[in-house]
Nanobody
Framework: QVQLVESGGGLVQFGGSLRLSCAAS????????MGWFRQAPGKEREFVAA????????YYPDSVKGRFTISRDKSKNTAYLQMNNLKPEDTAVYYC??????????????????WGRGTQVTISS
């Protein structure tokens, strides 16, 4: 049974940092691209970051580029999202996802096979 479990969310002040983790089990981690998405209340789920199966490619939207960094550790079957210079508009539930169909990574939520339950990130102003 595939499981993706996010952790590391919480409440942080404007300009602060958080590191989210996504622990994967039940799959061959090195064969999957990993992605992070977020959803704020009343808004659609949006792409935040993705990393290829090898870790050699990463993708970000303009809204987080230069502030967020995605990485992965195959020895721990874990993906990470380092978030710096956080803003109130970053407040959302953050989800990690895994894709075997697009191992180079994808910005599209429908191209991911498995999802975690999410972790809340709240930025106070």
């Amino acid at each position: 049974q595939v499981q993706l479990v996010e952790s590391g969310g919480g409440l942080v002040q404007f300009g602060g940092s958080l590191r989210l983790s996504c622990a994967a089990s039940g799959l061959t981690f090195s064969s999957y691209a990993m992605g992070w998405f977020r959803q704020a209340p009343g808004k659609e789920r949006e792409f935040v970051a993705a990393i290829s199966w090898s870790g050699g490619r990463a993708y970000y939207p303009d809204s987080v580029k230069g502030r967020f960094t995605i990485s992965r550790d195959k020895s721990k079957n874990t993906a990470y999202l380092q978030m710096n210079n956080l803003k109130p508009e970053d407040t959302a539930v953050y989800y990690c996802a895994a894709s075997s169909r697009y191992p180079s990574g994808s910005v599209t939520s429908g191209e991911y096979d498995y999802w975690g339950r999410g972790t809340q990130v709240t930025i106070s102003s």
